[in-house]
């Protein structure tokens, strides 16, 4: 299909494509109900130039942001430089894939999913360049070729941006200090200097916020036991109660969940309405808490909730989004789009990692689509507004990629069937158990919109008042400073109470805890350059610790298979060296704290996890 041009008042020549008929999206024009073909951006779709001229007023600004927004939290995994789409790549692929000198055992996981969803033409050229990509540095690592596979993470001074999240002349005289692997950069800005939370800077230096609606680390199955209060904060929805194990004979659990986001907040709400009433089955409880698609009774029982929250809701935001929300119908087209928009490739890297080939047709689908718990479902199927809507008010707000499979704890799922099946079935129990609590009045749950820092004084009082037995900080202290976040969980304890929360950037903190801190980049080259093998022959030796670890995680769970030969190269030095260097940052985090019942624990390895560094700390202040 032909492309075709709009004039656009940002630029002189910008691409703007004709998508394919399959892949349809609302026009950007809100006062327009036709469908928008031709692309402005990276999210905004027109069906014609007038409609375009009539927005780009407001669309002007985000327009730019949109061309450059890039998600800075992890270093990219292994991809070619000069990766391109005229065809040399897959051809070469083929070939190695037929002769056996590439990963012959890279299962075609783009031809598996095309003989269920042949329509798909979109998807299955996402799922072909994955496999592509693969194919090819699996062939490169096999080859020795380890130059080009750390070139393909880019120029020198991008890659210890990346790996430090951070750049400055500082950093470089650090590093050619040749720090001993286990120091702490004491210097980092993000020991130094307090982080603006929920917010992402662009490229051209302005900012957005960021929100997310289901939590990016595995939720952990805690145990609430009855007659106690608990605190969650920065606790995104309700999963930590969905998947908790309670305890006790008598009394009630008392649970507090704060966010600083309004949107979270409305949402968890919104859920725990749903769980009070009965305005439809468990399984559309889940498909609209975890899918980007619902069913129409599950669109209605949305619209009921926010009837009812409307009516008892005090905050003036969360109104005007269950205002919202009550109203928005959005298609399944609309919802699928924005999926694949925020999809990475190091998310699709976790489908070569399936054992079977119907997990990895099926995750492939929800990858693609967004779309989970809809099987049974007959009749009409919408796109979930909840997910994907936001009032004008919010129209600063960016989503990121998200992926429900970062949260599930897999030891507690019994995996007796296929991997959505035994999902489906471990949560649905879970849910059930969870409505029948909230029924009986043995757990109370509350949600508060609050933002936490050491000088909300009123907020630290209110939460001390609640007499809490645990507050889970979530990841709170990667964006402070480390003395102001012990000295506001101090404000917020009583006797009794336990603190828990879980670190995900540590990494930038510490010497050594890369695989690039062991070599210096050629600066003629602008690359890192292994001259003497050295970085490789570390690399080997790490990569046998990851397989040793990833053995002992999951070795015995039967959909996973893990090759050896298709393995990221930061992502599995970085595994392993976390087990070296995290107890060293615990040390430093607790040195002028007094603390007893320390302990910490890294998250074992799982194919779907968004970071391969995440690390839980519990521990009470010393009495």
């Known amino acids: 299909m032909a492309s075709r041009k709009l004039p656009c008042a940002s630029r002189d020549e910008m691409s703007k494509e004709v998508l394919d008929q399959k892949m349809v999206k609302d026009c950007g024009n809100l006062k327009c109900n036709k469908n928008g073909k031709l692309r402005c951006c990276k999210t905004i779709y027109y069906c014609s130039e007038e409609c375009q001229k009539s927005s780009w007023k407001n669309h002007k600004k985000r327009c730019r942001e949109e061309k450059v927004f890039l998600d800075e939290d992890l270093m990219l995994p292994d991809r070619r430089p000069d990766f391109d789409a005229n065809g040399k790549q897959y051809r070469l692929a083929n070939m190695l894939n037929q002769t056996g000198i590439g990963c012959s055992s890279l299962p075609s996981f783009h031809i598996e999913y ?22 090819l540095c699996s062939f490169s690592k096999s080859s020795g070729q380890f130059d080009e596979l750390f070139a393909a993470y880019g120029h020198w001074q991008q890659v ?3 790996r430090w999240s951070f750049f400055s002349r500082e950093l470089i005289e650090f590093i050619l200090s040749k720090p001993v692997a286990g120091t702490i950069y004491e210097d ?33 199955s805690d145990i609430l036991e009855k007659g106690k209060c608990y605190v969650s904060i920065g606790c995104v929805d309700l999963q930590q109660i969905l998947l908790a194990k309670f305890t006790g004979e008598e ?71 269950f205002k919202f929300w009550g109203k928005k119908r959005i298609s399944t087209n609309y919802a699928r789009n924005q999926v694949r928009q925020n999809l990475s490739s190091s ?17 492939a ?3 693609l689509t967004g779309e989970m718990f809809l099987e049974e479902t007959i009749g009409e199927i919408v796109g979930n507004s909840t997910m994907f809507s936001l009032p004008e008010k919010f129209e600063d707000h960016k989503k990121r990629e998200e992926n429900f499979f970062h949260t599930i ?39 508060h919109s609050r933002r936490f820092d050491e000088e909300q004084l009123d907020v630290l009082d209110e939460v001390k008042e609640l007499n809490p037995d645990r507050i889970d900080w979530s990841n709170l202290p990667d964006y402070m400073r480390i003395d102001d976040f012990f000295s506001m969980a101090r404000s917020c304890s009583a006797s009794q109470t336990e603190h828990s929360f879980h670190l995900m950037n540590w990494t930038t903190k510490v010497f050594g805890a890369s695989l690039f801190d062991y ?37 015995g769970m039967p959909f996973i298979k893990i090759n050896p030969k298709l393995l990221d190269i930061i992502n599995t030095s970085e595994r392993a060296l976390s087990h070296r260097y995290f107890g060293v940052f615990v040390d430093f985090m607790f040195r002028n704290t007094k603390a007893e019942s320390l302990n910490w624990k890294l998250d074992q390895y799982t194919p779907f996890s968004r970071a391969n560094t995440v690390a839980n700390i519990r521990f009470k202040f010393e009495k």
């Not at 130094?192 to 990016?216: A, D, E, P, V, W």
């Not at 859920?271 to 439809?280: A, D």
């Not at 003629?524 to 397989?547: H, S």
């Open 409 to 447: 704890p897999l030891d507690d799922v019994e995996w007796n069937h296929d991997l959505f099946v035994s999902v489906e079935k471990f949560l649905t129990t879970k849910l059930i158990i969870l409505k029948d609590l909230i029924k009986k009045k043995e757990l109370l749950v509350k949600m």
């Open 160 to 162: 210890l941006a990346k």
């Open 365 to 367: 689908r929800y990858l």
């Open 251 to 321: 009394g009630c659990i008392n649970w507090h969940g704060y966010d600083a986001s309004k949107i979270c907040v409305a949402r968890a709400k919104l859920i725990l309405e749903l769980l009070i009433s009965n305005f439809c089955s468990a399984q559309e409880i889940l498909q609209i808490w975890f899918s980007s698609s619902v069913s129409s009774t599950a669109q209605k029982a949305i619209e009921k909730c926010c009837k009812v929250l409307l009516l008892a809701e005090e905050d003036v935001d969360i109104r005007i989004i």
């Open 114 to 135: 095309a003989s269920k969803h042949s329509a798909d033409k979109y998807g299955f050229d996402i799922l072909r360049d994955n496999f592509t990509n693969n194919q």
């Open 188 to 220: 980092h800005p993000f020991l130094q200097n307090q982080q603006k939370y929920g917010y992402m800077l662009t490229n051209f230096g302005t900012s957005k916020k960021i929100y997310q609606i289901l939590r990016n680390t595995t939720v952990h």
């Open 519 to 555: 070599f210096l980049p050629d600066v003629d080259q602008d690359y890192f350059i292994d001259t003497n093998g050295e970085t490789r022959n570390l690399y080997l030796e790490l990569k046998r610790n990851f397989l040793a670890l990833v053995e002992r995680d999951v070795g």
């Open 347 to 363: 998310t699709v890297d976790a489908i070569m990692r399936l054992k079977r080939e119907k997990d990895r047709i099926d995750y």
